[in-house]
């Protein structure tokens, strides 16, 4: 949808721009970019809202377009409007420079030639291999001739040079509203995490136009103003305590006989974590979801996979995912302590298990599902950038999932951007009186 004519439109856009580059900061302070400058001078000024560099000596031209007038996606012409070729001819005279332009509207097309363009092995494979269909090479002809070359086979090449390095970043107004930038930085630094983003929010206006910030300034800035980097993978007394949590886990249950774990059903778990996805672990009263765990964390153990099992009937969530962890013994959220304790590349696992047992066993129910809800939302921004990843697995009664909506809303995470991200298992091994629960 456009926005508004006249000034409101302009604020919008201007309130896109800002938000999006405080995402950008925070991926400084994660370390995944070296550091970023908004509305640079001199000759990186023309068509440039925003500079990133990355370690090795990469560097990026930021063009930020929210909307493109009424129209609901965009076209070469429209690039051309903004002028947006010209720029890429300044700015891109190396593979490590590129032009990314930021916009809520798609360019499906276009964004396809350009993976199509870095995906082969070479920009005159592109021009033999790739440009075999009308619709193609009819969008590659626009391309060519707005960047004013010909038809020769080096200007041919070269369009498809500046392919390579051009990039359209479709972000939604919702995706850089702030949310998930919010509990990214709530996991570096102390205090309420919307103050630490509306600190960094100010930060855009207050005459910081054309200075290069890094992690260092951005972080001497946070702390003069009272938010501290919090230092969790030096915190001796997490591995501790998570070893001690998942000890208590593991007693409170108990096999009947000699009745055996589900091993395979913990195996289908382990191959849907390791493939990317959380997990919703269903099934009746007593058919077995219990044993499965138990089974998981058998292979976990086997596969040296980090992992933190919490049962919440035991200790119930109350407050904030703050607040929590320091009912467990940590002094920080369970999901930031499982997170500080791993290595570069390196998967945890986080169990909540019990889940039905909120809607019977307490008058805050409302509030313990607020609080695991929190801690999805943080291990959602984890994955917004550095290469530690938290995986989920939730459990619960199936009965108390398909008829609680609260719950079916936790354990669905009923986003679009997180919906693709779950995977349900149902539990049917056993009997109701396979496994007994202390």
Known sequence: MA????????????RYERRYFVSL?????????????????????????????????RKDFHQCKARNG???????????????????????????????FVT????????????????????????????????RKNLFDQ???????????????????????????????DSVEGDQWKYVLGSMFTGNPDDVYDVLLNLTENDNYGKTLTAGILQQY????????????????????????????????????????????????????????????????????????????????????PYLALSVDQK????????????????????LCLESQLASGQMGVLILDQLDSLRWATRSCEE???????????????SCGGDRTVRVILVSRKFDYENDLALHRLCTSATPEQSGLWEQSNCTHGTKNGWKLL
Request: charged share 20%; proline share 3%; hydrophobic share 35%.
């Open 3 to 14: 926005f508004e004519l006249g000034g409101r439109a302009d604020k919008f856009g201007n």
């Open 25 to 57: 900061m925070a991926k400084v302070l994660q370390g995944g970019l070296l550091s970023v400058q908004s509305e640079p001078t001199g000759d990186d000024e023309s068509g440039t809202d925003i500079i990133v560099e990355y370690q090795g000596g």
């Open 70 to 100: 009424s129209n609901e996606h965009w076209t070469t012409s429209a690039l051309a409007r903004h002028k947006v070729f010209q720029h890429i001819k300044e700015h891109v005279k190396t593979e490590q420079n590129h032009f990314v």
């Open 104 to 135: 809520a509207l798609p360019f499906v097309a276009l964004n396809d030639l350009c993976l199509a363009a870095r995906n082969s092995d070479s920009c005159q494979r592109f021009v033999t291999d790739q440009l075999t269909t009308y619709g």
């Open 143 to 173: 391309w060519r001739k707005n960047l004013g070359l010909g038809e020769t086979a080096a200007d041919q090449e070269q369009a498809a040079f500046y392919l390579r390095q051009f990039e359209i970043c479709t972000l939604s107004d």
């Open 222 to 305: 946070l702390e003069q103003r009272g938010y501290q980097r919090r230092l969790l993978a030096s915190d001796t007394n997490i591995p501790l305590q998570i070893e001690r949590l998942n000890h208590r886990f593991k007693s409170h249950f108990r096999p009947i006989g000699d009745h055996p774990f589900p091993i395979q059903e913990a195996h289908t778990v382990l191959q849907t974590i390791l493939a990317g996805k959380n997990v919703l672990l269903l099934g009746d009263a007593g058919i077995g979801k219990s044993g499965c765990v138990q089974a998981l964390l058998d292979e976990l153990d086997n596969e040296h996979i």
């Open 316 to 335: 119930i969530p109350q407050g904030t995912p703050e607040y929590y962890g320091e009912d467990l013994g940590f002094r920080a959220s369970p999901v």
């Open 368 to 382: 313990a599902l607020g609080v695991c809800g929190e801690m999805l939302q943080q291990v959602q921004a984890l």
